[in-house]
């Protein structure tokens, strides 16, 4: 079976300093890559995806991700955080079913960023 | 176009008693899920409808039932709650069934179980 791991669970950061949330995922097949984010008494929205083509991912306000296969990791990072980068991250690996796409979620990451 | 709606937002149970949680999407998306999201576990997938009229168990399906009413709208059933459904969950819905489509997200019920 798929999982996603997200190894830091909570991140403490200054505004300013820079940001990489670990993940990492153990599927040997074809893997469509995504990060989620859930501001806080949000749901959760698409930051980035990856599936094919380009391995640095650019997606809102900031963020991006490289997909490095040999790593089997999707690290999420940002150059410089804001307080508004408060948030729970999420990494996601989608399968192909065949049927139906599935989502396997990590733990999440929460972060808060300090003025 | 609101996306994916869930109701209700919040709710109180007792143990035994049933409720269904609803969700519906104006997006014309073929699959839709339904997550729950609990503390340092992530969200883990109850049950999932690739197209109308198909179901499927997820990661964690016990203790629910779900119903694809129609194109739009896919309801998840609790029959006999139980404290360890405390949780928040969460609809969400994708175009296809292609693995790289993303999912859009409902803002939630949370449900406590006493």
């Known amino acids: 079976a798929q999982s996603v791991s997200q190894h830091n669970h909570h991140v403490i950061l200054s505004e300013a300093a820079s940001l990489e949330l670990g993940c990492n995922y153990s599927?040997?097949?074809?893997?469509?890559l995504f990060w989620y984010v859930q501001y806080p008494g949000q749901h959760l929205q698409l930051l980035l995806k990856?599936?094919?083509?380009?391995?640095l991912v650019k997606g809102i306000k900031g963020f991006e991700a490289e997909f490095i296969k040999s790593k089997f990791s999707f690290n999420l990072r940002k150059p410089s955080v804001q307080w508004s980068d408060t948030a729970e991250y999420f990494c996601a690996a989608g399968q192909d079913t065949g049927t139906a796409s599935k989502l396997t979620f990590g733990t999440g990451t929460r972060l808060q960023v300090t003025l | 176009n609101a996306g994916v709606t869930q109701t209700p937002k919040f709710q109180v149970l007792k143990t035994g008693q049933s409720m269904t949680l609803q969700c519906a999407q104006d997006m014309n998306h073929n699959s839709m899920y339904w997550y729950r999201q609990d503390p340092g576990m992530g969200l883990r997938l109850i049950y999932y409808?690739?197209?109308?009229?198909?179901?499927d168990k997820g990661e964690v399906p016990n203790g629910y039932n779900v119903s694809r009413l129609n194109k739009r709208e896919f309801s998840l059933r609790l029959e006999s709650a139980a404290p360890s459904q405390t949780s928040v969950y969460f609809c969400a819905s994708s175009e296809g069934r292609r693995f790289y489509n993303e999912q859009f997200f409902g803002p939630g019920t949370r449900l406590t179980v006493l």
């Open positions: 409808s690739a197209s109308e009229g198909t179901t």
């Open positions: 599927y040997g097949g074809t893997v469509n």
């Open positions: 990856y599936f094919s083509g380009d391995p």
